[in-house]
C-alpha cells in the first residue's frame, strides 16, 4: 500500500486557520470552503524513494528533450508556443543543463500498488508552493512525521542565488490571496531584499520594463505564464524586452518548453523511435513512469485530451474503453481553443478515505534548482481542478505510522 491517512481533524480549526495565516498560509479557508483538509496522508518510504529517483531522471529526460526543440521552428508549432516568442527562443542562451526552469512541479498518478505514472509537468508558473513548503513541515511535526520539503527554502536560496531578481510579480498582487502569497514566500525564502508587484503595474517603454515608479526592471521572477504572451495586450512588447536581453524573465524564457504538454508527445515520439538522444535508462525510465502521448487522438478508448497549456485541470476531457467522453472539467477555463491539444493514455489516480469523505490523490513533487524536494497533496475528483483540496503529505514506514497514530 503506498499511503495511509494520519490523525483527524482537530476541533480548534479557527485557532489553526489563523496560525497557518500567520505562518503565510492565508487560503486554508477560502470563504466557507475549508481548502486545507487537517489530516495527514503518509507515503510508504520505499514508494518516496522510487518517486525521488522518476523525478530526477524525468528532469533530465525533459531538460534533453527542451533542447533538441531549441531553433525547431517546426516543433514551436506543434508544441503551440506562440509565434512571438520564437524569435526569443532563438536568440537568448539557455539556462546550464537542467536549470532552464528552477522553479517547477511534477504531478502524477501514484496508486496504491506503488505503481508511478506521471502526467504532467508544471516548469513554469508552479502554484502549491506555501502548502508544501509551510503548512506541509507545520503538519508532519505535529505528528512526528519525516518530510523532505524542508529543504524546499534553502534550494529557493540556492536558485535566486543564481538569478538574482530584483523583483517578484503575480497578477493582482495583494488582492489574490494564493498568487500573493507565493511570491512572498518565495522572495521571503531567498533571503534576498526585493519588492512585490503587480503585473498590472508594468509596462514597456522602449524596450525596457519599467514599474508604476517609473524605475527599470532588469530581472523579474514572475507568477505570469509566458504563453499568455502571444494573447494578452502588451505581450508583444514584453516578449521584445526578452529577446533583445533588456530583460531577463525567471523561470527563463525556455521554460515554455518545458511547459508545453505537447513535449510529452515529442519525448514518446523519440522513445518510439528509440533515439539515442536517450541513455538506455532514460528508454527505460521513460516506458515505465511515463503515458503514451500524441499530438493527434490516435487512441481508440481509455484517453484523455488537455491542452498544451491547460492549467488546474481545465480543458481536460476523459474518455472510456469505448472512446466516449465520459468526463470533462467543468470549473477551469478551457484554453484549447486557444493552444490546441494533446492525447494521452488513461492513467486513474488512486483514492483516499479522509474525514470529508473519499477523494483521488494527485502527488506533486517540486523540482527547485534542478532538485526533486517537495511534496504536495491534492485530493478531488478524477481530474484536479480548482476545486480540489489540499491535503499534506508526509514519508515513512506504516509500522512506525500505526503507532503514532
Known sequence: MSFQTVGKPLPDRSARVRELGE????WADIGEEQYWIDQLVVMDEAVYNKLYAASATLWRIFDKAARFVIGRRDLYKMLAIPEVLWDGLDLVPPQP???????ARFDFSVA?????????LNADTPTGYVE????TPWLCSQYGIETPNTSMASQVARAWAKEEPEAAACVAYGSHDEDSGTIEALVRHSGRRMRCIDCLDLWVDEGILKGSDHQPIRRLFALYP??????????EALAYAVETGELQLFNSLHAIILQSKGLQAVIWGLHELNADLFTEKEHMYIKRYMLPTYNRPLFTGNYVSKSMFGREGGSVRMFDAEGNMDL??????DTSTLFGDIYQERAELPRIRLHKGEFHLLTGMFVIDGKPCGL?????GLITGNTSHFVAMGVGPFEQQRNKS
Request: glycine share 18%; net charge negative.
Open 97 to 103: 543543463a537542467l536549470e532552464l526552469s528552477r522553479y
Open 112 to 120: 496504491m500498488d506503488g505503481t508511478i505514472k506521471l502526467l504532467e
Open 376 to 380: 504536495l497533496g491534492r485530493a478531488g
Open 328 to 333: 470533462q472539467d467543468e470549473e477551469g477555463y
Open 226 to 235: 509566458k504563453e499568455w504572451m502571444g494573447v494578452d495586450d502588451g505581450g
Open 132 to 135: 508544501a513548503s509551510i503548512a
Open 23 to 26: 505562518l503565510g498560509f492565508s
